[in-house]
C-alpha cells in the first residue's frame, strides 16, 4: 500500500543550485519524515514534521507541510555534490504512529 | 558505538535454499522492522515487531519468516517459498510510542539464482 509519492522521480541539477522535492500522500497523518539514501546504503533520517507544523529547517534542509493539500516539500539549498542520493518521504499510517510507508523515492544527481 | 548492523552485506545461493539474514541493533530500541528494496523503487515491510516474543506481518510477508528472541535480534529467512527472493533487504529500529524515525543498517544484496 504506497501512501506516499515523490515528484519528481529523478533530479538533476548543478551544484550550488537549489533542489526541491515533493510528496504527496493519501490519509490524514500524524508526522511526515524525509529520509536519504546513498546508493547501495541504508536509509539516513533526515528530518520529521508533525502534522501541526507547517515548516521546519535543519541546517540546509527546509520541509513544508500542507495538510490541506495532503502535500510536503523538502528543499535542499545551495547544492553540493554530496547531496547525491535518493530522497523518500514516509508516513505512519493512522492506526500505528511507529510503523512507516515509504513513497518510491526522487534520485536527485548534483552536477559538479 | 551504537547502531544497527547486518550481515553480510551481500549473499548468493541457489534456488530452493533457504537463507538468513542477520540484523542487530544495540540502540535498546523495542520496534525492528525489515524491509525489501527493488531497483528504483521505495521499501516495502515485510515484517515487523514492536516487542521481544511477538511480531507482525508486513505488506508482503509471503515467503518469508522472522524470529524475535531478543531484543537485540530479529533475523529474517527468506524461505524457498518466496517467489522473486532477489532484492536489497533492509533492516530498521525504532522506539515505539510516539513518532520516532527509524535507523536503518546498510542492507544485505540478497541474489538467488
Known amino acids: 500500500s504506497q501512501q506516499g509519492e515523490e515528484d519528481p522521480q529523478a533530479l538533476s541539477i548543478q551544484e550550488g543550485e537549489n533542489a526541491t522535492m515533493n510528496c504527496s500522500y493519501k490519509?490524514?497523518?500524524?508526522?511526515l519524515q524525509w529520509y536519504r539514501q546513498n546508493s547501495g546504503r541504508g536509509l539516513v533520517h533526515l528530518i520529521l514534521?508533525?502534522?501541526?507544523?507547517r515548516e521546519k529547517h535543519s541546517g540546509r534542509l527546509r520541509v513544508t507541510l500542507d495538510t490541506s493539500k495532503k502535500s510536503s516539500s523538502l528543499l535542499i539549498t545551495a547544492s553540493r555534490a554530496a547531496d547525491t542520493a535518493s530522497y523518500f518521504c514516509?508516513?505512519?499510517?493512522?492506526?500505528?504512529?511507529?510503523?512507516?510507508?515509504f513513497g518510491s523515492g526522487t534520485r536527485l544527481l548534483v552536477r559538479p | 558505538d551504537g547502531g544497527i548492523t547486518q550481515s553480510p552485506k551481500y549473499l548468493f545461493r541457489k534456488e530452493g535454499q533457504n537463507v538468513t539474514l542477520s540484523c542487530e541493533q544495540n540502540?535498546?530500541?523495542?520496534?525492528m522492522y525489515w524491509y525489501r528494496q527493488d531497483p528504483g523503487q521505495g521499501l516495502r515491510l515485510i515484517y515487523y515487531?514492536?516487542?521481544?516474543?511477538?511480531?507482525q506481518k508486513g505488506d508482503i510477508a509471503e515467503g518469508y519468516s522472522v524470529s524475535r528472541e531478543k531484543k537485540e535480534s530479529f533475523p529474517l529467512t527468506v524461505t524457498s517459498a518466496q517467489k522473486n527472493p532477489t532484492a536489497f533487504y533492509l533492516c530498521?529500529?525504532?522506539?515505539?510510542?510516539?513518532?520516532?524515525?527509524?535507523?536503518f543498517g546498510p542492507g544485505t544484496r540478497l541474489t538467488v539464482t
Open positions: 514534521i508533525r502534522s501541526n507544523e
Open positions: 530498521a529500529s525504532s522506539m515505539v510510542g510516539g513518532a520516532y524515525e527509524q535507523y
Open positions: 514516509a508516513t505512519p499510517p493512522m492506526d500505528s504512529s511507529y510503523k512507516l510507508i
Open positions: 515487531s514492536q516487542i521481544v516474543n511477538d511480531f
Open positions: 490519509t490524514s497523518i500524524n508526522n
Open positions: 540502540l535498546n530500541h523495542d520496534a
